[in-house]
């Protein structure tokens, strides 16, 4: 999957810096993200890298308390990457309480590497978290992206907001977290995304004309009322099913990294 996404050299430095970062922390998983995850990336896009992390036993034990998250942005052999993590026990309440980034992280299939017992184990407690919260993450992420869509009209950004919006459609009315625009389009039936996304391989700053701006405003609205649509529908429960599963499988890890 990340091999269809990634050129040779892009996914050279990706691997080069998972390598580099594994030997300093250990990854639960390491996602690809951004524009190449959701299959609309320009030839200047940059490769985001998004990561859960355990941190060891001992430290968290200890007076000193660790620092949830790591992020740093560098170049390497002239790729531009963004990296991530965020440590496990973090990760695990952001999934409780619908956090769209941490939902993707551990339930996409674009992964560079994971240790995949424990990748494994969260995925299958995927019934046990998988809430309506996930429409406040969303919707209120689609929100603050049109608002930027407004300031600076941009392909890219009219397209992050059809992306937020139709995951969150998506996982509200199907219970599946699918990060793919051109695969959320196809099944939404949402006419006119392949040709924004022809128009954003020529740069990450592809303006978006009026005509167009005007052309997608009540389709972006539509989107809007459906995601809300889909919350009063959904088949995922109002909160998670079993908030304890994840708690018992934090401390298993944690006492098996002892």
């Known amino acids: 999957m990340v091999t269809e996404r990634l050129g040779g050299t892009a996914l050279a430095a990706a691997l080069r810096l998972v390598a580099r970062e594994s030997a300093l922390r250990r990854h639960v998983v390491v996602y690809l993200s951004g524009s190449h995850a959701y299959g609309f990336p320009s030839p200047d896009s940059d490769v985001d890298l998004k990561a859960v992390h355990l941190t060891d036993t001992r430290t968290v034990l200890g007076l000193a308390a660790p620092a949830p998250a790591v992020d740093r942005m560098e170049w390497l052999d002239g790729v531009e990457l963004d990296y991530t993590s965020n440590e496990l026990g973090q990760v ?22 994971a240790d995949e017992p424990v990748l494994a184990r969260i995925r299958d407690l995927a019934p046990a978290f998988l809430s309506q919260r996930a429409h406040g993450h969303y919707r ?27 995951t969150g459609i998506w996982l509200l009315e199907r219970g599946e977290v699918v990060a793919d625009l051109p695969q959320l389009a196809d099944g939404l039936g949402l006419d006119g995304v392949d040709a924004l996304i022809a128009r954003k391989r020529s740069g990450e700053l592809a303006e978006l004309d009026r005509a167009s701006i005007e052309a ?8 809007f009322a459906r995601i809300d649509a889909a919350r009063t529908e959904s088949p995922l429960p109002a909160d998670p099913a079993e908030p304890g599963a994840l708690d018992a499988l934090l401390v298993d890890v944690r006492l098996a990294a002892l």
């Open 92 to 113: 695990l309440g952001g999934l409780l309480r619908g956090n769209g980034n941490y939902l993707e992280r551990v339930l996409c299939p674009t992964v560079i590497a």
């Open 140 to 166: 209120g992420f689609a929100k603050q992206q049109r608002a930027d869509l407004e300031r600076k009209p941009t392909v890219k950004r009219l397209l992050y907001v059809l992306r937020t919006l139709a």
């Open 216 to 223: 997608w405003a009540a389709r972006v609205d539509g989107l």
